[in-house]
């Protein structure tokens, strides 16, 4: 039996065994083929191309469960798993039992990836807030404060550290992800070079802000955008500094976009670090939680639980 840290996020899909691809599908299977083909209730798609979501409340979106079917497909061939998963921080209250509920309503799972048929059981699944779950991959001492960078939510959690015990003190869930960052670059960009025919889509924002931009050729001047990336990243940092005691707290970036708007970061909070394998933090901290409460003799040594949330 495998236990697996799962993060389904809106961007990618991750597993603490390293496994990433693009939380997207498209139905039927793509001729190119440069994605996942899964057959699943007698349809097939394409796991990793396509179309991904933004919506909120992704809980019943057939992506999330195909994401889930695949990333834990190619994680491990046992066919037997627990599975710890997360969501933002301020969806926990109001929606980890209907996430719970929506993966593991079939419980008993037959399907088919690259042409291969496979089954999978799911004897156990937790919910877990996200930034949360990143900090228990990592041993750090003291009070701290979790900033983690994902393409639709930035989960912000602050915990106190006493008597070997943390404890979540204050949180939130701002909806200024790198997906809308993107979004605005890209309008901007699409707008300005028009007349070049040039209209990308929003997806190609990260590629942009990483690589830059070149058209027939020539390397453009991007840095009349700079104003626009810095009011999206100083409103996050903004929201930080006047909510929580990051003065004297440890502060900690971690998800798919903190390497990208560390620099913005440290310019305000020089203190802040990233998490080591920073994307991956969630899925790495999921994959403990699983350990500690699913494998018996780790559950034995250790009783009970070093987390008061």
Not at 18 to 25: A, V
Not at 71 to 90: C, Q, R
Not at 222 to 249: C, F, G, Q, R
Request: contains cysteine.
């Amino acid at each position: 039996m495998q236990n697996i840290g799962l993060d389904i996020g809106y961007g990618y899909t991750k597993t603490d065994t390293g496994i990433i691809f693009p939380s997207k599908i498209q139905e039927g299977v793509n001729i190119i083929h440069g994605g996942i083909e899964v057959k699943f209730n007698n349809k097939n798609y394409t796991v990793g191309m396509g179309r991904g979501t933004l919506e909120l409340n992704k809980i019943n979106n057939i992506l999330t469960k195909l994401c889930m079917i695949t990333a834990v497909s190619k994680s491990t061939n046992d066919e037997n798993v627990n599975i710890v998963t997360g969501l933002p921080i301020g969806q926990i209250k109001s929606s980890s039992e209907e996430l719970k509920n929506a993966l593991s309503e079939n419980k008993n799972i037959r399907y088919t990836i690259d042409g291969v048929e496979r089954y999978l059981y799911i004897n156990n699944i937790l919910v877990y807030p996200q930034s949360a779950g990143a900090l228990y991959a990592y041993n750090i001492e003291g009070d701290v404060i979790i900033v983690d960078i994902g393409a639709r939510t930035i989960d912000v959690a602050y915990f106190e550290y006493s008597n070997g015990k943390r404890k979540l003190v204050k949180y939130n869930t701002l909806y200024k992800g790198m997906a809308s960052l993107y979004t605005k670059i890209i309008e901007l960009i699409n707008k300005r070079y028009s007349n070049h025919g040039l209209s990308l889509d929003d997806e190609y924002g990260e590629k942009v802000l990483t690589e830059g931009l070149s058209i027939f050729g020539e390397h453009q001047d991007l840095s009349w955008l700079k104003p626009v990336y810095d009011a999206h990243v100083n409103e996050i940092i903004d929201n930080l500094m006047l909510n929580y005691p990051y003065v004297s707290t440890s502060v900690y970036l971690c998800g798919g976009g903190a390497e990208l708007l560390f620099p913005s970061f440290r310019k305000k909070i020089g203190h802040v670090q990233i998490l080591d394998n920073s994307q991956f933090s969630n899925a790495l901290g999921f994959k403990m939680i699983a350990d500690t409460l699913y494998d018996t003799e780790i559950r034995t040594v250790s009783k009970g639980n070093r987390w008061a949330i």
